[in-house]
Structures are given as C-alpha cells and as structure tokens.
C-alpha cells in the first residue's frame, strides 16, 4: 500500500475512529486500524467485536492494499504532524508515515486475526429529529449504570414502537419516548 493524503483530514479521521472503538481491549489486534488504499480513497475501519466504525478519507492512492496498524499510536503521530501532506507506505512489516525532513514507522498487526469491518450498514426505516433524540438519550443515559463490570447495564435500549422509539436504561428505571417520521 503507498498513499498521499492531507495530514490534517486523515488525523481527523484515525482520531474518531479511535475515538469511537471501546478504550480498553483484551485482544492486541481489536486496537488496531485497518487502512483500505483504493482508487476511491482510503478507508479507516475498526471492530472491537460489539461496534465497528468505517470512516473514508480523501486520498491519493499509489498502490493500492489493507493493512492493519495500532490505532492510538496511528491517531497521535498524525495529530503531531506539521506538514500539510503524508505519505504512508508499507515497508516490510512496518507503515511507514513520510512527511519532509521526518519518518516514523508503526509495527502492521496480523490482518488475518481482525473481525473485519463488519455489515453494511441497514437501510433507513425511520427519521427522529436530533434535538429531541438528544434530549431524550441526555435523560435516559444520566440513569444507565456507569460500573464497567457490567456492561449490559451501561447501556440504551432503542426500539421502535409504532410512530415512536423508545429508549430505555438497561436496568429500566429510566425512560423517554421520541416522535419518528
């Protein structure tokens, strides 16, 4: 694999892809990042086996090719970059990141062990309007559970009922009805 793309877009991109995966993995290769170099751009993709996100990013590509590298450690070189472009290019088993005057190097992880990128995404049978679902998830995630020991308890439960989704903690003592269209 061997792209060019603007430093600043493609730090935005692995920083939210970092953001959005779980912080802590039991997995080493669930840390990383898979970067997909196509004539299409570059694709950023993450699984820690309850999420996955997939991020794309203007890109020049030279070569195409996937490879899997450290996420955190991805997102923070780019964010520390001061040139307006970077070149990433695989170099035995390493990603190189090149920018004038400097070179840093990530070690690939085994592509092979990743869950991959998971579905394509559902069509869209609903429409709720953001403020309202914001307010509503603002009420009902401030009674979720907040012990990461069980996670089943941290979460919302959104379901369709009629012209309405619902959200509900996971322990159930907290709800909120929002209008869809």
Same mark, same amino acid.
């Given at each position: 694999m061997d792209v060019t793309a603007t430093t600043a877009n493609l730090a935005d991109a692995a920083s939210e892809a970092t953001r959005l995966l779980a912080p802590r993995y039991t997995d080493p290769v669930l840390a990383?990042?898979?970067?997909?170099?196509?004539?299409?751009?570059?694709?950023?993709? *993450?699984?820690?086996?309850?999420?996955?996100? /997939?991020l794309s990013c203007a890109a020049s590509v030279h070569t195409d090719g996937c490879v899997l590298v450290p996420a955190k450690p991805l997102a923070e070189t780019l964010r520390a970059l001061d040139s /307006?472009?970077?070149?990433?290019?695989?170099? $035995?088993?390493?990603?190189?990141?090149?920018?004038?005057?400097?070179?840093?190097?990530?070690?690939l992880l085994d592509r092979d062990l990743h869950p991959g990128?998971?579905?394509?995404?559902?069509?869209?049978?609903?429409?709720?309007? *953001?403020?309202?679902?914001?307010?509503?998830?603002?009420?009902?995630a401030g009674t979720a559970a907040r012990d990461?020991?069980?996670? &089943?308890?941290?979460?919302?439960? &959104?379901? *369709?009922? $009629?012209?309405?989704?619902?959200?509900?903690?996971?322990?159930?003592?907290?709800w909120r009805r929002c209008r869809c269209r």
């Open positions: 990383g990042l898979l970067l997909h170099g196509t004539a299409d751009g570059l694709l950023l993709a *993450g699984n820690d086996r309850e999420r996955w996100v /997939s /307006s472009t970077v070149r990433l290019t695989v170099e $035995g088993s390493r990603l190189a990141l090149r920018v004038p005057g400097a070179r840093f190097a990530l070690p990128t998971g579905t394509p995404v559902p069509a869209v049978v609903a429409e709720v309007d *953001g403020a309202l679902l914001a307010a509503a998830l603002r009420t009902v990461d020991t069980l996670p &089943m308890f941290t979460g919302v439960r &959104m379901y *369709g009922h $009629g012209s309405s989704l619902r959200l509900i903690d996971r322990t159930g003592t907290g």
